[in-house]
């Protein structure tokens, strides 16, 4: 495989593009009734046949994509491979995740006037706008309020409304909007992978063409996308001194979905460095500067959206479902369970304080993180990369496709350091975990658990090929990083 060239990996990869997207249109998450007959069940034989060709198709793409970043291609080659590999997915039915149905009853509901923060889909006429999408939405989610924001919920009242709730058009709206994500994606790690002095080429490679990502965002449309998009942008304003306007977009991500609120306190790092007067005055307008412009955009925006504030109440509903891919809520689980068998306790009960201990571990390992950016001892945005990562990993609630919080901003700042290195291998893995339905099956997690020791061994001989690694040089220390500019006044 790694004599391959990299037109070769590009052709090859575009094959395995072309076998998910194909075994998609019967194996993929179908809605539960297409009235145009486009998105419909083929059958058992012909069900397993693609499900097959789908897998067979994405252990393809995963094998390209591993190869082409070994090429070290430029930014304009990786560009031009990232539009032929998605798009076989832009018109394929959702994959691997059912959400994007969530998100069109959800503005559906909106639409109809419904409190989607205190109401699920389950409320929609089944013969109204959006029914069809609400019939479709996974059981977890079908009684359960939007734990999204505002502005994302703005953009899918706006699919219901433009098509009707009519399932196919809806989708393929919701499906422009991740792939307009997708390019901002491209556009805010490109200017940052250049701040940090990173190859842009590798960068991209990291964070768009990332399997992950076309998979989930593009092939399952999941709002993510959207929210690291707004983080990235915000980031990239932010280090070139428009902190008002990147903590505006970053306060719009937070109204996508909650975790970016995490960019606010690196941005406060940027913002406080180079703020002029006492050490006093620069914390202060560090610390609350950002935060202060994100409300105003929250609060602005929640008004203008007519839904309500009953989204700060809703951002806790996903911890109640479990994920195996949790370590929080696996170990809280098992303890609750062995406790229940000693002493009668709730395993619930249990799972839930675990699980709380794990987000406060999480929050104070993101301040160590911002303390080392405060002092110089690691790039704000890099430091807020590993922030993210470390939330997803100790979160109550994890699925696959939450690994790209933190993987898209550690690849724009050090996708040659070794966590862009596990990081590459975490995502190749993880994306195999989940069925093109949706569902998660055990042997999901096996051939997950085979892809991450595989790759793990390669990195391992990567490294002793190199030398002392100087192939990979990792990010550059705040020393070597450009000088910011001035931020402008609020």
């Known amino acids: 495989m790694w004599a391959l ?53 994405l252990a393809v793409l995963v094998a390209a994509w591993w190869g082409y970043g070994r090429t070290d291609p430029s930014a304009r080659d990786v560009r031009g491979t990232l539009v032929r590999w998605a798009a076989p997915l832009l018109v394929v039915p959702p994959l691997h995740s059912a959400d994007v149905y969530s998100y069109v009853a959800q503005g559906a509901m909106v639409l109809e006037g419904h409190d989607v923060y205190g109401e699920g889909p389950s ?58 994500s997708l390019v901002l ?35 399952g449309i999941h709002n993510d996308g959207l929210m690291a998009g707004l983080t990235l942008a915000g980031a990239v304003l932010a280090l070139r001194g428009r902190w008002v306007a990147g903590s505006a977009l970053i306060g719009l991500a937070v109204l996508v979905k909650s975790p970016a609120a995490v960019a606010l306190l690196f941005v406060g790092v940027v913002v406080g460095r180079a703020a002029a007067g006492s050490a006093a005055r620069r914390v202060a307008k560090g610390l609350l500067g950002p935060g202060l412009v994100a409300s105003a955009v929250a609060v602005g925006t929640t008004l203008l959206a007519g839904t309500g504030f009953g989204w700060l109440r809703t951002q806790s509903v996903a911890g109640t479902i479990h994920t195996a891919l949790s370590l929080s809520s696996d170990v809280g689980l098992g303890v609750g369970l062995l406790l229940r068998s000693a002493v009668g306790a709730d395993p619930q009960a249990v799972k839930s304080a675990v699980g709380t201990l794990g987000l406060a571990v999480a929050g104070v390992l993101i301040l160590v993180l911002a303390r080392r950016a405060a002092v110089g001892r690691t790039e704000p945005v890099h430091a807020l990369g590993l922030g993210l990562v470390a939330l997803v990993v100790l979160s109550p609630m994890v699925q696959p496709w939450y690994l790209l919080w933190g993987t898209v901003v550690v690849a724009a700042t ?69 000088v910011e500019a001035a931020p402008e006044a609020v």
């Open 5 to 57: 060239s990299a037109v070769d990996h590009r052709r090859l990869g575009m094959a395995g593009a072309v076998a998910v997207a194909a075994g998609g249109w019967a194996a993929g998450r179908l809605p539960a009734h297409d009235p145009w007959g486009l998105w419909v069940a083929r059958g058992p034989a012909v069900t397993t046949a693609a499900t097959l060709l789908a897998y067979a198709g």
């Open 123 to 180: 409320v929609l006429d089944p013969a109204g706008r959006g029914g069809d999408a609400a019939a479709s939405v996974g059981h977890h989610w079908t009684h359960t309020p939007a734990p999204y924001g505002p502005f994302f919920l703005v953009l899918a009242r706006a699919a219901a409304w433009l098509t009707g709730g009519a399932i196919v058009p809806a989708v393929l709206l919701m499906r422009l909007v991740a792939v307009g």
């Open 185 to 219: 994606v491209v556009w805010a790690v490109a200017r940052l992978a250049r701040d940090h002095g990173v190859g842009e080429g590798g960068a991209l490679w990291l964070a768009a063409l990332n399997p992950l990502l076309l998979v989930h965002v593009v092939g």
């Open 414 to 482: 050090g996708w040659r350091g070794t966590a862009g290195r596990w990081l590459a291998v975490a995502s190749a893995a993880l994306v195999f975990v989940t069925h093109p339905t949706g569902a998660t099956p055990w042997y999901g997690f096996v051939t997950a658990g085979v892809v991450a020791a595989g790759l793990a061994v390669a990195v391992r001989r990567e490294r002793r090929a190199v030398s002392g690694g100087a192939v990979l040089p990792g990010p550059r220390r705040a020393a070597d990083a450009p």
